[in-house]
């Protein structure tokens, strides 16, 4: 499996403003993903992170929303800019250890007022 | 397009007992991966079991077993000797196998599941 952590565990934030998600990882991983759960929802995809290139994101999400960075293999961050509150939903990160498992971060539960 | 079907929004049960939870997907792929997922409301998201599409076996892990029908494209999760702990949103899963690289998972709408005392 894997252990990783992320920061904050939860944020409540103005609507206009940018929060900036953490994610970190015990050991190297080539792939991260970042998904969204919105209240009672399932998870969605935003977006792939490879370390080196560019943020692959889905439809329907878009880099100036959700700029995305990976710095190194053990971590990454999501931001969400200039939020409303239809972005009040639960962030995950994941990472996959041998390319068929996913395991997810705790979670970052943002609340938009 | 893969999609992924949990046709159960809610479930009770008592516990000790047995609960099956369903799921069917569609894929045109051979090759993929299925997982049953649990978030309990802590809300982190816990591996329960995971199933590779080319092994007919099911797989097992304790208490928990899965039903793979390849062909029906099903996939459902036996919750044996039901636990108080077992109380969570279940999600069903399918990520597609890419060669030497990872990918996206694609999650049902889940099944919440209550184990009553």
């Known amino acids: 499996s894997a252990v990783i952590s992320q920061k904050p565990s939860r944020d409540i934030c103005q609507r206009g403003t940018s929060l900036t998600i953490q994610c970190q990882v015990d050991?190297?991983?080539?792939?991260m993903f970042w998904y969204r759960q919105q209240p009672g929802q399932s998870l969605t995809l935003i977006a792939t992170?490879?370390?080196?290139?560019?943020?692959?994101?889905e439809s329907g999400f878009v880099i100036d929303k959700f700029p995305i960075s990976r710095p190194n293999l053990t971590f990454s961050t999501l931001t969400v800019s200039n939020m409303s509150p239809e972005d009040s939903s639960i962030y995950l990160c994941?990472?996959?250890?041998?390319?068929?498992?996913?395991?997810f971060g705790p979670g970052t539960r943002l609340t938009v007022l | 397009a893969q999609t992924v079907t949990q046709s159960q929004p809610e479930m009770s049960v008592q516990e000790a007992e047995t609960v099956t939870l369903s799921c069917t997907y569609d894929t045109s792929e051979n090759n993929y991966y299925l997982f049953w997922y649990k978030q309990p409301p802590s809300r982190q998201m816990i591996l329960v079991i995971r199933q590779e599409a080319y092994k007919q076996q099911n797989a097992t892990e304790n208490r928990f077993s899965v039903n793979f029908q390849k062909a029906a494209k099903s996939f459902s999760l036996k919750i044996s000797d039901s636990q108080l702990g077992d109380t969570a949103m279940y999600f069903c899963a399918f990520m597609k196998h890419v060669v030497g690289g990872d990918d996206k998972i694609i999650f049902g709408k889940g099944t919440r599941l209550h184990i009553l005392p």
């Open positions: 992170a490879n370390q080196g290139s560019e943020a692959t994101y």
């Open positions: 050991s190297q991983v080539t792939m």
């Open positions: 994941s990472v996959s250890r041998q390319a068929d498992t996913q395991y």
